[in-house]
């Protein structure tokens, strides 16, 4: 199983970013992806999840702000960022989880930093 992350990089605060994560070796459909992120010294935050069916649910900083969203054909999620805040900086890591069970899968991050 790979979750391989890319889009990541420096912007300007109020600029944009698509984060990307690509999904190999699983059965996409069975699972709800996620984006995670992370800033050095705090737990990982849940940022925001889509369920095969599109349900979404995001974290309160972010509503208005970013969409996720899959392509099941593809085996891709994605999550558009938009209106980007100094606070947004973090790596930011895609997630699997199988729906019917206790397995779940971590790409190795991508660094998105927003500066002032």
């Known amino acids: 199983v790979q979750l391989v992350e890319s889009g990541g990089g420096l912007v300007q605060s109020g600029g944009s970013l698509r984060l990307s994560c690509a999904a190999s070796g699983v059965t996409f459909s069975l699972y709800v992806m996620g984006w995670y992120r992370q800033t050095p010294g705090k737990q990982r935050e849940l940022v925001a999840t889509?369920?095969?069916?599109?349900?979404?649910n995001y974290v309160d900083s972010v509503k208005g702000r970013f969409t996720i969203s899959r392509d099941n054909a593809k085996n891709m999620v994605y999550l558009q960022m938009n209106t980007l805040k100094p606070e947004d900086t973090a790596v930011y890591y895609c997630?699997?989880?199988?729906?019917?069970?206790?397995?779940?899968?971590w790409g190795q991050g991508v660094q998105v930093t927003v500066s002032s």
């Open positions: 997630k699997a989880d199988f729906q019917y069970g206790r397995l779940d899968y």
């Open positions: 889509i369920t095969n069916g599109g349900s979404t």
